[in-house]
């Protein structure tokens, strides 16, 4: 049975980091390219940030504007994990946050992803 597990989530405060983590189970994660998306209470699920498969010999990202240069995202495929390092939160970045594994690098659209985690939540006070 194929899992994505997200941890790291949790109250922080306005200009404060905190390190997301995905660990898969069932399912070896290195042939994918991942990413996290996020979900505001009342709002759509929306892209943040994306990073490609092992098949490519360097690792590339991307990430929404709201978030570039503050957000890095990076993975290990020995452990088989993808992380999220959220730097200078905001609380505009409150949200249930995903990782989701699929075959196509860099797209932000959340149905062209295969597999999915069931989100931690994170709260950003100001």
């Known amino acids: 049975q194929v899992q994505l597990g997200e941890s790291g989530g949790g109250l922080v405060q306005a200009g404060d980091s905190l390190r997301l983590s995905c660990a898969a189970s069932?399912?070896?994660?290195?042939?994918?390219?991942m990413a996290w998306f996020r979900q505001a209470p009342g709002k759509e699920r929306e892209f943040v940030a994306a990073i490609s498969s092992s098949s490519r010999r360097i690792y590339s990202t991307n990430y929404a504007d709201s978030v570039k240069g503050r957000f890095a995202m990076s993975r290990d495929d020995a452990k088989n994990t993808v992380s999220l390092q959220m730097n200078r939160a905001k609380p505009e970045d409150t949200a249930v946050y995903y990782c989701?594994?699929?075959?196509?690098?860099?797209?932000?659209?959340?149905?062209?992803?295969?597999?999915w985690g069931q989100g931690t939540l994170v709260t950003v006070s100001s």
């Open positions: 989701a594994a699929g075959t196509t690098y860099g797209s932000r659209v959340a149905h062209e992803y295969i597999y």
């Open positions: 069932g399912l070896s994660l290195s042939p994918y390219s």
